[in-house]
């Protein structure tokens, strides 16, 4: 079993709601999970799973009133300390973000600010955390440029993202993310909306960055061959809540969650295609209201009278390995 | 860029043409003639028919109409309308030269401060939203766009002029005479910018960009001044440049309640008067103004949204 | 193939006129598919596949003659469709259906169900409209939808269920060729493969071709017998999927290839040598469109845009090296 590097960030119980006028949604709802310094956790599951919630939460962009972290805890062990980021205050909280930890997003043509310069953009956590002057944060910015392949960044530092492909839009996000050399990456789906070669750069060149600067990333994402690319540690959300955790081998040759094995079987794979594919019945629940049994229940091969009042809480496999299924874990199912 | 604004150009004059065209027929058309109007006030004045010819071949009505309609347009390109029927000692030129200037600096005064105040709530009111501040800046825009401007004038005369009589109910002589016929012009204005600038920048502080922002760690202050307004201008623009433009037109209600000697009232009258050469002169300046503020708002979009481009294929 | 083709495409060109310069006198084009050969046999699916840009969906479009082809020609059971028009295209129009990627987008949201199912059969005038309900009916069984869905709005329905519906569209005039272009894209992963499946099901019912556009390799070579590859509006390669995945022959399918993530962490991390983005078809490269990226390119690849040629049997590829 691999040592573990020491714990960085960890997620403990956390829960967030959405309250609409028409109801709550329970979009997390009891998550926890850690991610050790310099590994990559892959948080994996389909949409509406609350992954990109969590992240949000971890991050405290969750916008109220609507949006409410209603539980839990996210301790960041930083220097020595421990601190509770759920406790800081605003502007404490506005000090972490784009310097402890980053945060890169899905769409790269939406997330940038379409009337400012790139140069700009990516100036502004130098500015703001690291107290650059405006040369110092533009010359910054062009071997930032340099550093993640974007060719003359001299110019294309006073370029706006319209200018910009959609690679290498992505490329300035993580450029701007990785400025002021986080502990922590969290991508949201951050090849999701890019050509498949693209993706392939932008992957090759957060590896990169990580090895060079020591990064921990969460890597969000429903592919699972991003996963089995990128990801370490493997944690697989279902319905606001993680259904499995493992190493990446774990999750990938022995999958013990039947929401993990399901989905395993139901992707195609490249030249292994059988006649039909496995797929889940159903659909996924609708969030709107709390978990009291397994969500997963009414869809699931091996679902019997007490999983519909037993929460899944998260138990351990071995010593890496949990599972959320109580049938799992007692050994009743193969 | 270049072939976008030689075509606005030659739109312009295109169209300065046919809405010359139209308006020199559709006058001729109206019943009654310039005469008729001053006789109708004042029974005494009834002119007697061998005046009223005398008066028609002295300002050219004699002659067909086409006639009179080539000689408007001669007299139009080198900036010669005549003289006012109804002010006869004057020619329009000369009006506008002496009115004209008023009815701008109070339609500049105006827009600035409409501008400041109705963008100024409409931000307050956005970063607040869903607040009591919100709640109230949304309730006095409504206000203050239903009211007309001149009961607003009125008020104000009232109010602050007569009974607490701190500012002159009248006239034009210095800024203290600035302020209420300023503010009066101002309400309707102040209200739809208001408006505009509030949904704009909610809209706006929905975008992925300012999730960007703020995870960048950036103060919320400088996400709302420098990634929110930026971006939600444009509506506010669009809005506003039509705005501006009859603004400088002359406020009809505003500058006879608190006689401001601008051009206003010649506008309102002259049709009733079949003023001819006024009503013409009124109508182009009109339509030129109009005009120069789409154009405008057009260049200013190019300005601040560098993905506005006017060079073709894009 | 000893039978003949359902749908061949001759040289099928689509090019769309840019005006660029300063006083916007100059003109250029953007060609979006290139001198494309296709055929396509009864019964089978064929995949299409590229990046942004490649021209594969517009490809379809032209093929429905949705776009109007700038030159070349489309071949449907042996008839020109360039010649066609009015009832007689109409008529041809009655074969080949199509399925789109955002199943939301393309359905009316304010008609129902069964008045989406049914409008096709309205247009052309097929049975009674007693007959067409029932056939509406009918179509929601066939895609595995409740028959109470008939009186609902598409925006009742989850991206799965409003791509089923689409599907039952597509299939209410009985058509021979079906193009889905990128129909399980903007679908979760579980979803897909109901999709998926239902499709596959559903070839073998109604005995159906296909044309399957996707940027999903995997999703694809699952669907097809047969993958195209498309580059900057070139068909780059084509052949059985199986040869297309496993031994490559275009320089660029095999960088497609190798830029899959693969869903087994066992895997070697190779380091993927395509660099620079995938370059916009206005300005396109002389010669072979590939050379400017190709870790293979030789003086000649930009001088001479090499020829698509049978390598191995059944499995062409347009490059000078393969």
Same mark, same amino acid.
């Given at each position: 079993?691999?040592?573990?590097?020491?714990?960085?960030?960890?997620?403990?119980?956390?829960?967030?709601?959405?309250?609409?006028?028409?109801?709550?949604?329970?979009?997390?709802?009891?998550?926890?999970?850690?991610?050790?310094?310099?590994?990559?956790? =892959?948080?994996?599951?389909?949409?509406?799973?609350?992954? $990109?919630?969590?992240?949000?939460?971890?991050?405290?962009?969750?916008? =109220?009133?609507?949006?409410?972290?209603?539980?839990?805890?996210?301790?960041?062990?930083?220097?020595?300390?421990?601190?509770? #980021?759920?406790?800081?205050?605003?502007?404490?909280?506005?000090?972490?973000?784009?310097?402890?930890? $980053?945060?890169?997003?899905?769409?790269?043509?939406?997330?940038?600010?379409?009337?400012?310069?790139?140069?700009?953009? #990516?100036?502004?956590?130098?500015?703001?955390?690291?107290?650059?002057?405006?040369?110092?944060?533009?010359?910054?910015?062009?071997? #930032?440029?340099?550093?993640?392949?974007?060719?003359?960044?001299?110019?294309?530092?006073?370029?706006?993202?319209?200018?910009?492909?959609?690679?290498?839009?992505?490329?300035?996000?993580?450029?701007?993310?990785?400025?002021?050399?986080?502990?922590?990456?969290?991508?949201?789906?951050?090849?999701?909306?890019?050509?498949?070669?693209?993706?392939?750069?932008?992957?090759?060149?957060?590896?990169?960055?990580?090895?060079?600067?020591?990064?921990?990333?969460?890597?969000?994402?429903?592919?699972?061959?991003?996963?089995?690319?990128?990801?370490?540690?493997?944690?697989?959300?279902?319905?606001?809540?993680?259904?499995?955790?493992? $190493?990446?081998?774990?999750?990938?040759?022995?999958?013990?969650?039947?929401?993990?094995? $399901?989905?395993?079987?139901?992707?195609?794979? #490249?030249?292994?295609?059988?006649?039909?594919?496995?797929?889940?019945?159903?659909?996924?629940?609708?969030?709107?209201?709390?978990?009291?049994?397994?969500?997963?229940?009414?869809?699931?091969?091996?679902?019997?009278?007490?999983?519909?009042?037993?929460?899944?809480?998260?138990?351990?496999?071995?010593?890496?390995?949990?599972?959320?299924?109580?049938?799992?874990?007692? =050994?009743?199912?193969? | 860029?270049?072939?976008?604004?030689?075509?606005?150009?030659?739109?312009?004059?295109?169209?300065?043409?046919?809405?010359?065209?139209?308006?020199?027929?559709?006058?001729?058309?109206?019943?009654?003639?310039?005469?008729?109007?001053?006789?109708?006030?004042?029974?005494?004045?009834?002119?007697?028919?061998?005046?009223?010819?005398?008066?028609?071949?002295?300002?050219?009505?004699?002659?067909?109409?086409?006639?009179?309609?080539?000689?408007?347009?001669?007299?139009?390109?080198?900036?010669?309308?005549?003289?006012?029927?109804?002010?006869?000692?004057?020619?329009?030129?000369?009006?506008?030269?002496?009115?004209?200037?008023?009815?701008?600096?109070?339609?500049?005064?105006?827009?600035?401060?409409?501008?400041?105040?109705? &963008?100024?709530?409409?931000?307050?009111?956005?970063?607040?939203?869903?607040?009591?501040?919100?709640?109230?800046?949304?309730?006095?825009?409504?206000?203050?766009? &239903?009211?007309?401007?001149?009961?607003?004038?009125?008020?104000?005369?009232?109010? &602050?002029?007569?009974?607490?009589?701190?500012?002159?109910?009248?006239?034009?002589?210095?800024?203290?005479?600035?302020?209420?016929?300023?503010?009066?012009?101002?309400?309707?204005?102040?209200?739809?910018?208001?408006?505009?600038?509030?949904?704009?920048?909610?809209?706006?502080?929905?975008?992925?960009?300012?999730?960007?922002?703020?995870?960048?760690?950036?103060?919320?202050?400088?996400?709302?001044?420098?990634?929110?307004?930026?971006?939600?201008?444009?509506?506010?623009?669009?809005?506003?440049?039509?705005?501006?433009?009859?603004?400088?037109?002359?406020?009809?209600?505003?500058?006879?309640?608190?006689?401001?000697?601008?051009?206003?009232?010649?506008?309102?009258?002259?049709?009733?008067?079949?003023?001819?050469?006024?009503?013409?002169?009124?109508?182009?300046?009109?339509?030129?103004?109009?005009?120069?503020?789409?154009?405008?708002?057009?260049?200013?979009?190019?300005?601040?949204?560098?993905?506005?481009?006017?060079?073709?294929?894009? | 193939?000893?039978?003949?083709?359902?749908?061949?495409?001759?040289?099928?060109?689509?090019?769309?006129?840019?005006?660029?310069?300063?006083?916007?006198?100059?003109?250029?084009?953007?060609?979006?598919?290139?001198?494309?050969?296709?055929?396509?046999?009864?019964?089978?699916?064929?995949?299409?596949?590229? !990046?942004?840009?490649?021209?594969?969906?517009?490809?379809?479009?032209?093929?429905?003659?949705?776009?109007?082809? +700038?030159?070349?020609?489309?071949?449907?059971?042996?008839?020109?469709?360039?010649?066609?028009?009015?009832?007689?295209?109409?008529?041809?129009?009655?074969?080949?259906?199509?399925?789109?990627?955002?199943?939301?987008?393309?359905?009316?949201?304010?008609?129902?169900?069964?008045?989406?199912?049914?409008?096709?059969?309205?247009?052309?005038?097929?049975?009674?409209?007693?007959?067409?309900?029932?056939?509406?009916?009918?179509?929601?069984?066939?895609?595995?939808?409740?028959?109470?869905?008939?009186?609902?709005?598409?925006?009742?329905?989850?991206?799965?269920?409003?791509?089923?519906?689409?599907?039952?569209?597509?299939?209410?005039?009985?058509?021979?060729?079906?193009?889905?272009?990128?129909?399980?894209?903007?679908?979760?992963?579980?979803?897909?493969?109901?999709?998926?499946?239902?499709?596959?099901?559903?070839?073998?019912?109604?005995?159906?071709?296909?044309?399957?556009?996707?940027?999903?390799?995997?999703?694809?070579?699952?669907?097809?017998?047969?993958?195209?590859?498309?580059?900057?509006?070139?068909?780059?390669?084509?052949?059985?999927?199986?040869?297309?995945?496993?031994?490559?022959?275009?320089?660029? +399918?095999?960088?497609?290839?190798?830029?899959?993530?693969?869903?087994?962490?066992?895997?070697?991390?190779?380091?993927?040598?395509?660099?620079?983005?995938?370059?916009?078809?206005?300005?396109?490269?002389?010669?072979?469109?590939?050379?400017?990226?190709?870790?293979?390119?030789? !003086?000649?690849?930009?001088?001479?845009?090499?020829?698509?040629?049978?390598?191995?049997?059944?499995?062409?590829?347009?490059?000078?090296?393969?």
């Amino acid at each position: 079993m691999k040592a573990h590097t020491p714990e960085l960030l960890q997620v403990c119980d956390l829960q967030t709601q959405f309250h609409l006028a028409e109801g709550i949604v329970y979009a997390v709802n009891g998550v926890s999970y850690t991610v050790h310094e310099g590994e990559v956790l =892959g948080v994996v599951g389909e949409s509406g799973c609350g992954k $990109s919630v969590t992240a949000l939460s971890i991050m405290r962009l969750i916008q =109220g009133p609507i949006g409410q972290i209603v539980a839990g805890q996210v301790l960041l062990h930083d220097q020595g300390r421990t601190t509770d #980021l759920l406790t800081l205050s605003l502007q404490e909280m506005e000090g972490v973000r784009g310097n402890k930890i $980053s945060m890169i997003f899905q769409d790269p043509m939406t997330s940038l600010n379409p009337v400012l310069t790139i140069g700009y953009q #990516l100036a502004e956590p130098l500015k703001r955390h690291r107290g650059m002057s405006d040369t110092q944060a533009t010359q910054e910015a062009i071997d #930032l440029l340099d550093r993640v392949g974007i060719p003359e960044p001299e110019v294309r530092v006073k370029n706006y993202p319209h200018q910009f492909s959609g690679g290498m839009r992505q490329r300035a996000m993580v450029a701007m993310a990785m400025a002021c050399r986080p502990r922590l990456l969290i991508a949201d789906e951050p090849t999701t909306a890019l050509d498949v070669t693209i993706q392939a750069q932008i992957l090759d060149l957060i590896r990169e960055l990580r090895t060079q600067i020591g990064t921990a990333v969460i890597m969000i994402t429903h592919d699972l061959g991003v996963v089995a690319e990128m990801a370490d540690q493997v944690a697989v959300m279902y319905a606001g809540l993680i259904v499995e955790n493992g $190493s990446v081998l774990q999750i990938f040759d022995t999958p013990r969650h039947p929401y993990t094995q $399901s989905l395993m079987s139901s992707i195609p794979r #490249l030249g292994n295609w059988p006649r039909r594919l496995r797929t889940i019945e159903g659909a996924p629940p609708d969030l709107h209201s709390p978990i009291t049994g397994c969500p997963f229940a009414e869809r699931c091969e091996h679902h019997v009278p007490r999983c519909d009042t037993t929460f899944p809480a998260l138990g351990r496999l071995s010593e890496d390995h949990l599972c959320a299924c109580w049938r799992a874990l007692e =050994g009743e199912l193969a | 860029m270049g072939r976008y604004i030689l075509q606005r150009i030659l739109a312009f004059v295109i169209i300065l043409y046919i809405v010359a065209t139209l308006t020199f027929f559709l006058m001729h058309a109206i019943p009654g003639g310039p005469w008729d109007a001053l006789a109708l006030q004042d029974k005494a004045k009834w002119i007697p028919e061998g005046i009223v010819a005398q008066l028609n071949e002295r300002y050219g009505l004699d002659k067909p109409l086409w006639e009179q309609y080539v000689s408007f347009l001669s007299g139009a390109i080198r900036f010669d309308f005549g003289y006012s029927f109804y002010n006869a000692t004057r020619t329009v030129v000369e009006l506008y030269k002496e009115l004209f200037p008023y009815s701008v600096h109070l339609g500049l005064l105006t827009m600035a401060f409409s501008t400041v105040v109705g &963008v100024g709530f409409g931000i307050l009111a956005a970063i607040k939203q869903g607040t009591w501040v919100d709640n109230l800046s949304t309730v006095l825009a409504l206000f203050s766009m &239903v009211v007309p401007a001149f009961v607003f004038a009125v008020l104000l005369q009232y109010v &602050v002029g007569v009974r607490l009589g701190w500012l002159p109910t009248g006239g034009w002589n210095g800024p203290k005479y600035w302020i209420l016929p300023v503010v009066a012009n101002s309400m309707g204005p102040i209200g739809i910018l208001q408006r505009y600038t509030r949904s704009s920048m909610v809209e706006v502080m929905r975008a992925n960009y300012v999730r960007t922002a703020r995870a960048k760690g950036m103060r919320e202050r400088t996400v709302m001044l420098v990634h929110v307004f930026k971006n939600a201008l444009t509506p506010v623009i669009t809005v506003g440049g039509p705005m501006a433009a009859n603004m400088m037109t002359g406020s009809l209600f505003v500058e006879g309640m608190f006689r401001v000697p601008g051009i206003g009232m010649y506008s309102l009258t002259a049709i009733g008067n079949r003023d001819y050469p006024m009503i013409m002169a009124n109508t182009l300046v009109f339509s030129t103004i109009i005009t120069l503020a789409y154009l405008g708002t057009d260049l200013v979009y190019a300005l601040i949204d560098p993905r506005v481009s006017y060079s073709k294929g894009k | 193939m000893s039978t003949a083709p359902l749908l061949q495409t001759v040289d099928l060109t689509k090019s769309f006129p840019i005006r660029r310069g300063f006083f916007g006198q100059k003109l250029l084009r953007l060609v979006a598919v290139d001198r494309v050969n296709l055929s396509v046999y009864p019964g089978e699916t064929l995949g299409l596949v590229g !990046e942004s840009g490649c021209g594969k969906s517009t490809l379809g479009l032209t093929i429905m003659r949705l776009y109007e082809s +700038t030159s070349g020609t489309v071949l449907f059971q042996g008839q020109d469709l360039g010649t066609v028009e009015g009832d007689k295209l109409r008529k041809a129009r009655r074969e080949m259906q199509m399925i789109f990627q955002d199943p939301f987008a393309s359905l009316d949201p304010r008609m129902r169900v069964h008045e989406i199912l049914r409008e096709p059969m309205d247009i052309h005038g097929i049975g009674t409209p007693a007959e067409r309900e029932a056939e509406a009916r009918r179509l929601l069984d066939v895609v595995g939808l409740p028959s109470d869905a008939a009186q609902r709005f598409p925006n009742e329905f989850s991206g799965g269920q409003q791509q089923r519906i689409g599907i039952a569209r597509a299939l209410a005039l009985r058509p021979k060729l079906l193009i889905c272009d990128e129909p399980v894209s903007a679908l979760d992963v579980s979803v897909q493969a109901q999709i998926l499946n239902l499709l596959r099901d559903l070839q073998e019912q109604f005995n159906l071709t296909y044309i399957f556009i996707a940027h999903n390799i995997a999703v694809t070579g699952f669907m097809s017998r047969r993958i195209g590859v498309m580059y900057l509006g070139r068909l780059v390669e084509i052949g059985p999927s199986k040869a297309i995945v496993t031994e490559p022959l275009h320089p660029y +399918t095999q960088a497609l290839i190798a830029a899959v993530p693969k869903p087994d962490p066992k895997l070697e991390k190779v380091k993927r040598t395509l660099t620079g983005d995938v370059p916009s078809p206005i300005a396109r490269p002389s010669g072979c469109p590939f050379h400017p990226r190709c870790p293979r390119a030789q !003086e000649v690849c930009a001088t001479e845009e090499p020829a698509i040629r049978e390598i191995k049997p059944g499995h062409l590829a347009a490059c000078h090296f393969a």
